[in-house]
């Protein structure tokens, strides 16, 4: 009875030192934080907004009545109102906005209703786009995007020799941009556009009135 008890108590101590060596063998569950990323920036949505800048071009008078060259220049400042939709790192947008105009030039070195005394004056007085927009917002935050579309705009023709003749014409515009997330919901852009409103004619004086600018405008965006 003694030698089953004294064996016993060996194996009960062996065991006891076998234990921590065992344990140590035992793989263990490593643990780790949950990392917390920020979402990105959500480019998708409405926006209405302001937008102002300067514009500067040329506008040619050929025809029988004579020929002339001005070189319009002025401000211009007016509404925006569009629609984005992000896909990945891929922003498509809808844009369209109506700016009044004061960009003018007139000349007087020309020939016939150009030459001599006021010449003639090239005037556009308001000028509306819409656009396509495509940007790339793998910088979170920020939005450098190309644009093209539709221009319309009032083109005022002032000859020194009869009346004033304005017109409405349809034309094209192309131009890119960057644009930055302030917050939430505001956005503030540059851009440059290049517009042509074709030709215009002016039947009071027998010519054609081409209207080209560029323009470059800043803007601040809501987003809804």
């Given at each position: 009875?003694?030698?089953?008890?004294?064996?016993?108590?060996?194996?009960?101590?062996?065991?006891?030192?076998?234990?921590?060596?065992?344990?140590a063998?035992?793989?263990?569950?490593?643990?780790?934080?949950?990392?917390?990323?920020?979402?990105?920036?959500?480019?998708?949505?409405?926006?209405?907004?302001?937008?102002?800048?300067?514009?500067?071009?040329?506008?040619?008078?050929?025809?029988?009545g004579?020929?002339?060259?001005?070189?319009?220049?002025?401000?211009?400042?007016?509404?925006?109102?569009?629609y984005?939709?992000?896909?990945?790192?891929?922003?498509?947008?809808?844009e369209?906005d109506f700016d009044?105009?004061?960009?003018?030039?007139?000349?007087?070195?020309?020939?016939?209703?150009?030459?001599?005394?006021?010449?003639?004056?090239?005037?556009?007085e308001?000028?509306?786009?819409a656009r396509?927009?495509?940007?790339?917002?793998?910088?979170?935050?920020w939005?450098?995007?190309?644009?093209?579309?539709?221009?319309?705009?009032?083109?005022?023709?002032?000859?020194?020799?009869g009346?004033?003749?304005?017109?409405?014409?349809?034309?094209?515009?192309?131009?890119?941009?960057?644009?930055?997330?302030?917050?939430?919901?505001?956005?503030?852009?540059?851009?440059?556009l290049?517009?042509?409103?074709?030709?215009?004619?002016?039947?009071?004086?027998?010519?054609?009135?081409?209207?080209?600018?560029?323009?470059?405008?800043?803007?601040?965006?809501?987003?809804?």
């Open positions: 009875m003694k030698r089953i008890t004294m064996t016993m108590v060996v194996g009960l101590f062996v065991a006891a030192m076998a234990a921590p060596s065992f344990a063998d035992i793989p263990r569950q490593s643990y780790k934080a949950p990392v917390y990323s920020v979402p990105g920036y959500s480019w998708t949505g409405f926006y209405a907004g302001i937008n102002g800048g300067y514009g500067f071009g040329k506008s040619d008078w050929s025809g029988i004579g020929t002339g060259s001005t070189s319009p220049k002025g401000a211009l400042a007016g509404v925006t109102l569009g984005n939709l992000q896909t990945g790192s891929w922003v498509w947008g809808l369209g009044y105009s004061w960009v003018k030039g007139s000349t007087a070195a020309g020939t016939g209703v150009c030459g001599g005394g006021a010449g003639c004056e090239t005037r556009n308001w000028l509306g786009t396509a927009r495509l940007g790339y917002a793998g910088w979170d935050r939005l450098p995007f190309i644009t093209g579309g539709a221009a319309y705009g009032k083109v005022k023709m002032t000859p020194n020799l009346s004033v003749e304005s017109k409405n014409k349809f034309g094209w515009t192309a131009g890119a941009g960057i644009e930055y997330a302030l917050m939430t919901n505001w956005t503030v852009k540059a851009e440059y290049y517009v042509d409103l074709g030709n215009a004619e002016c039947s009071n004086c027998g010519t054609n009135v081409t209207f080209k600018e560029n323009l470059v405008r800043a803007g601040l965006n809501y987003r809804f």
